[in-house]
């Protein structure tokens, strides 16, 4: 759909309000309208309120979150702000090739060790990539993966008060 058509539809508003616009929606559905609500913001300069419980819509839309919490403001900020402020821990899944007894220190947290299977926290703020690859030998590890902390894990902090 082109935005001209959706101007004229809309009669070209200086503001728009979702609300969980795509919830029920399959992810092709979901795809193509977190693309309109963009285009109608980028090409129209419509400002755009957006609630979601949907946090690849936040993501995937919004250049800036407000999280209100009790009926009160507790975050505002840009979502690049956000992932740079909050994203200071990482999540590395390690599989050796054997099993060892990995020591836990101040920045790194063991979350889960299965035989050579290890889900590992790494706090950036205190320890770094090189400090936890330091508890292995590199002979010993099979593979490894590291990912940052989901987004739906920083709201929910955020909404704990941490």
């Known amino acids: 759909m082109k935005c001209e058509m959706v101007a004229s539809l809309l009669h070209n508003p200086k503001m728009l309000f979702f609300d969980e616009p795509t919830i029920g929606l399959d992810p092709i559905a979901k795809e193509t309208l977190r693309n309109l609500i963009k285009k109608i913001n980028r090409e129209l300069g419509t400002t755009i309120f957006f609630t979601s419980h949907d946090v690849g819509d936040i993501e995937e839309v919004c250049e800036r979150v407000i999280i209100i919490n009790d009926g009160k403001i507790v ?23 054997k099993d060892i007894k990995l020591q836990q220190s101040d920045g790194i947290k063991v979350l889960k060790a299965k035989d050579t299977l290890y889900k590992i926290e790494v706090d950036m703020n205190k320890k770094n990539m090189n400090d936890l690859l330091g508890l292995f030998k590199a002979e010993d590890l099979q593979d490894i993966s590291i990912s940052s902390t989901p987004l739906e894990e920083i709201i929910k902090d955020i909404y704990r008060g941490k």
């Open 75 to 97: 975050l505002d900020d840009s979502m690049r702000n956000l992932k740079y402020r909050y994203l200071n821990k990482k999540i590395v899944d390690v599989n050796l090739k």
